[in-house]
């Protein structure tokens, strides 16, 4: 079975302040929307051909991958309203709210 959620690519390198500063909003964007998206996290210093091949050239970029296709890319550090404005499209609906018991 595969996971037909999208998958959010972070390339990112050691060296790079940027990306250092982002990986705290990159980790509560996955805890948040773990229903509805994967991430991936890809050190371009140790995996240069997926950088490549995904055409990366600034880091930190994010790329959003649907049904095997980059459908959405961010460059450059940026905002949880940026990258939510860029992933809004591309996310199934979340689950409806369960109801609040009622009170006894």
Do not use: C, Q, Y
Request: hydrophobic residues 45%; aromatic residues 2%; without cysteine.
């Amino acid at each position: 079975m595969t996971d037909a959620r999208p998958l959010l690519v972070f390339f990112t390198s050691e060296r790079s302040g940027p990306a250092r500063r982002m990986e705290s909003l990159l980790a509560h964007l996955a805890r948040k929307e773990r229903d509805r998206l994967r991430t991936k996290r890809v050190d371009v210093d140790a995996r240069p051909e997926l950088a490549a091949k995904f055409k990366v050239e600034v880091v930190p970029t994010l790329v959003l991958v649907k049904n095997k296709r980059a459908v959405g890319r961010v460059e450059g550090r940026a905002s949880a309203p940026r990258i939510e404005e860029m992933l809004a499209e591309h996310l199934p609906e979340p689950p409806p709210l369960a109801p609040a018991p009622a009170a006894a």
